[in-house]
Nanobody, 117 residues
Framework: QVQLVESGGGLVQPGGSLRLSCAASGIIFRFLTMGWYRQPPGKQRELVARITSTDSTNYADSVKGRFTISRDSAKNTVYLQMNRLKPEDTAVYYC???????????WGQGTQVVVSS
């Protein structure tokens, strides 16, 4: 049974940093491209960053240079280091495999990030 558990969100001031973690189980993690996604209030979920099984990464233009995705396949965990956070980064953040699973597929509970002074 697939399980994705996101953690590390919270309230942070603009310019601050957070590190998100996603622990995966029930999937062949080490072979998968994994992604971090976010859903801002009132908007659709979007891909933020992805990382392949060989650690090749790709970022949305809005976060390039500020966010870093990484993975530890021994721990079945993917991370998102978020620096220089902006109010527009406020969203619920999810991890999942890439290509993006459909909405009706399994998604974890996400972790809320609020960037506000």
């Amino acid at each position: 049974q697939v399980q994705l558990v996101e953690s590390g969100g919270g309230l942070v001031q603009p310019g601050g940093s957070l590190r998100l973690s996603c622990a995966a189980s029930g999937i062949i993690f080490r072979f998968l491209t994994m992604g971090w996604y976010r859903q801002p209030p009132g908007k659709q979920r979007e891909l933020v960053a992805r990382i392949t099984s060989t650690d090749s990464t790709n970022y949305a233009d809005s976060v390039k240079g500020r966010f870093t995705i990484s993975r530890d396949s021994a721990k079945n965990t993917v991370y998102l280091q978020m620096n220089r956070l902006k109010p527009e980064d406020t969203a619920v953040y999810y991890c999942n495999s890439f290509p993006t699973p459909p909405p009706e597929a399994y998604w974890g509970q996400g972790t809320q990030v609020v960037v506000s002074s």
